[in-house]
Structures are given as C-alpha cells and as structure tokens.
C-alpha cells in the first residue's frame, strides 16, 4: 500500500477532522473515499469526451440512431446509480428527468 502525505490549510483539515469525527471513520478512510471518487469521476468525464468526439465524427442521422439504442442501457446504469432518475428522449436529445 502506498502512503501519500499532504499539506491542508487550517480550514479544511478542521473540516476534514468534523467530518471524520460525524462519520466515526478515519480521516485516511475519508481522504481514500474521496480521491477514489475524484479519479472515478474524471474517467467518467475522459470516457464521456471520448464518446462525445467519436459521436461527432459519424453521421448525425446514426449518432442518432446509435443514442436511442443505449438509452435503456443509461437508464439502467442510472437506476443503479439514482433509482428515481431516468433519461427520456425529446425532440432527439437527451434530458435527465428525476
């Protein structure tokens, strides 16, 4: 396991410790959650880029077409994610409906 050390200002490691503290975990625990997520949530974002480039690159008429398809498979994921979202279509793009 690696050991990372870091400097935090007054404030936020008063927060981090409040938080850890209500949370009755460690500040590691907390700080090991948080930049997990972080890295998870920039995958997202470059995988999502990535989509959005190749989208650009075909046809509008079959990025179309191929949206619709993976439609049920984002409103799977999302349920997963946040059981009272959905996506729906309208007018041939993509809202988020909670």
């Known amino acids: 396991m690696g ?8 404030e936020l490691d008063q ?4 938080e850890a503290e209500r949370e009755n975990r460690t500040r590691s625990e907390l700080v090991r959650d948080a930049l997990s997520a972080f890295l998870s ?14 989208a650009r690159s075909i ?3 079959d990025a179309r077409a191929v949206a619709t398809e ?12 946040e059981p009272r979202a959905t996506y729906r279509a309208v007018r041939g793009a ?4 909670r």
């Open 70 to 81: 993976a439609l049920p498979l984002d409103n799977e994921a999302l349920g997963t994610a």
């Open 15 to 18: 927060r981090l410790s409040r």
């Open 3 to 10: 050991v990372l050390s870091m400097r935090l200002d007054d």
């Open 41 to 54: 949530e920039r995958e997202r974002q470059r995988f999502l880029a990535e989509i959005a480039r190749a």
């Open 59 to 61: 046809d509008p008429g």
């Open 94 to 97: 993509r809202r988020l409906k």
